[in-house]
């Protein structure tokens, strides 16, 4: 990887007395990283960010922000960091201009700076009409933005966003994905979710956590191999014997579906032009011929499944990344 | 970084209306306290004049109104006190200050010195009230200053035992409640302590009331700021640990 690391989360585990929320997770955040962090509820997504952005301190491991280590070093560290936590931490009381050149300050930026980033921070979540409104009159798709907007104003390397959809619009939320799409040039980001087409179509890297381990970790390239399944999708007027088509060239297997349709698993190549051919030759009067693809739901489910089948104690389902 | 989280804290405080209930409260009752204290004064002045070494103003109008306004103070603190941490823990805004680069240390100093301000602007108009004597009288500049002195320091004792309180629980009546008692308890502490010997001088010198009525009779003596002092300092460093301890696994 010729990017900078800005992350690097080396065997974190973290215990709430005999519990484990999170055990042994590893993983880096390249620069231009958009990392979504998936998995069922109480996996340990939120822990694991907490972790991450020195709310909590993690029973065993090491972070390292951009080379500084959290531990020792922490108030460098969280200068390069945002944080959305699942519950966006606002002052209810105050305005959405005063609660932002407050957060601003915290993080130490002054002056004119600090105005030109609210300014900025307000602009790119859309806030730019509400700056005088008091935050605890804001609907809760504005309140999510005002808490993104909260993360990014400081303009820090690492943009860690817990749920930050939940709550929103339809509308809105294709504008914070565009807005985390475009974030994801400059800075790194991490953002956890149920949403799982919003991975597709936001992250290039995918982390999969279950029961406090990571189970999967791939960039999304990879994830798309892992998407293609053996399979094609036939739909025949009129159809032959199974038997018929099992012995074409490359099929393993034939399955009818209940519509009528048949599943055809292949092993190597995908025999699809051979078996269009065929079809054409011996009249079949082929309608529908389709490459299945798996989704993300059910690798994820898979994933999740098989892992809750295992017992605790075996360790082999930690994938590190490419 | 210190004074953005008192200036933010003060603020907060002055935009709820608990913040300006207590003001009024407050100075309503200690107004009426002065008047009542200045009306004894009238009627014993002919006597006072006569005697020899009499108690001037100072003692018998601005020393018991300072007195009552700690008691009035107790009661009220813990009200104040009450939701500096606890509430930030319930809202979840607490994580604001963690992921910023403020150690716990500054978020704690920057708590405590907001609510403090608040003390310090409900001081602000009881000195006024004993300035206005000046229109008729003189007063013993140096006992006033030394009550103030005392005052303040009472205050600030109070506010760090509410606020080790509030970085307890997070609900903030039961940081109320349990300052309120923590409180009452040091200031009567010394009951006890006049019956025995033994136990007597431990007990006494616990007690916030031993130490704030030298102040009051104008004795500056350098124990009695001690005393404060260590008071504040104890409850701070407990509060910095106890919201440390929150991050660290159990």
Redesign the interface.
Known sequence: MAQEILIDAEHLSRYYGPTCAVRDVSFQLAKGDVLGFLGPNGAGKSTTMQMLTGNLAPSAGTIRVRGIDLLDAPKRAKHELGYLPEQPPLYREHTVDEFLTYCGRLHRVSGNRLRVAVDQAKHRCGLGAVGKRLIGNLSKGYQQRVGIAQAILHNPAVVILDEPTVGLDPIQIREIRALIRELGNEHGIILSTHILPEVQGVCNRVQIINRGRLVFSDTLAGLEQHLHSQHLIVRLRNAPAPTEIQQLPGVAAVEVLDDGRLRLRYEGASPAEAIAETAVNRRWGLEELIPERRTLEQIFIELTMQDAHMDAGTSTATEEAA | ?IL??AA?EL??LF??PLAWSILAVVQFILAYLFLAQIDTYMQYAPQLAGMEDAPGVTDVIVAPMFGNAAVVLLLVAPLITMRVLSEEKR?????????????MTEIVLGKYLGVLGFFLALLGLLAVMALSLFAGTTLDVGKLLSGLLGLTLVIGAFAAAGLYMSSLTEQPTIAAVSSFGLLLLLWIINWAGASGEQVSGLFSYLSLVQHYDSLLKGLFNSTDVVYYLLFILTFLVLSIQRMDAN????
Do not use: E
């Open positions: 970084m953005h989280i933010r603020k907060g935009l709820s809202n979840r805004t607490l994580s604001l200050l963690m992921s910023a680069p403020v150690s991050r660290l696994p159990h």
